[in-house]
């Protein structure tokens, strides 16, 4: 399984970028995941889609600003559309993606990673 990123990059606060995490090899019915980790802070689940049924997860700091969507086409591909960025949005941002469901954003279940894409939000 391999996962890459795209799509990172600077924004002012109130601006908007989208990420992208296309897939190969991954034909599980898991967890599509993105993770951040802010500088100096731990690793944070940001929103998650569920492949099995499409129910998507968000954690409290994005709701309603973010979201996930899983494109099925000629690839897999993850997208993270990103509203209203805030400074603490800043970070690195990870794809994970996982076999099964369970707690969706405990990233030690995750054992597919991509290489970060990093996000920089400015006032």
């Known amino acids: 399984v391999q996962l890459v990123e795209s799509g990172g990059g600077s924004a002012q606060v109130g601006g908007s970028l989208r ?16 993770f951040r980790v802010p500088a100096g802070k731990e690793r944070e689940g940001v929103a998650a889609l569920y492949r ?8 409290d700091s994005v709701q309603g600003r973010f979201a996930v969507s899983l494109e099925k086409t000629n690839r ?10 805030k400074p603490e949005d800043s970070g690195l941002y990870y794809c994970a993606a996982r076999k099964y469901g369970g707690v969706w954003n405990d990233g030690s279940k995750y054992p597919y990673w991509g ?7 400015s006032s």
């Open 52 to 59: 099995a049924n499409g129910m998507t997860y968000y954690a």
């Open 76 to 85: 897999v591909a993850l997208h993270l559309q990103m509203n209203d960025l």
């Open 19 to 34: 990420l992208s995490c296309e897939a190969s090899g991954y034909t599980d019915s898991g967890f599509m995941a993105w």
């Open 115 to 121: 290489q970060g894409t990093q996000v920089t939000v």
